[in-house]
């Protein structure tokens, strides 16, 4: 039986790529804790790079 697919919001995914790129967490490790596909938070991951490739990483998290 097919799997209902979940959204996510911009804000729900600039806060888990931010766990990633800005604490240096691993993507495996924040995709367990936020129950989120490993894949699915890669891919949000390697787009903010390439997006803000050159950019000096965010100095904090707002929050």
């Known amino acids: ?7 996510f919001s ?3 995914r600039d806060e888990a790529v ?3 790129v800005v604490e240096s967490r691993p993507i495996a490790e924040v995709a367990r804790e936020i ?7 890669g891919t949000w991951v390697s787009r903010y ?7 000096e990483p965010p100095l ?3 929050g």
């Open 49 to 55: 790079r390439q997006e803000h490739a050159g950019e």
């Open 18 to 20: 931010k766990m990633v």
């Open 10 to 12: 911009p804000e729900f």
């Open 35 to 41: 129950q989120v596909n490993e894949g699915t938070l």
């Open 60 to 62: 904090n998290i707002q």
């Open 1 to 7: 039986m097919a799997q209902k697919r979940r959204k």
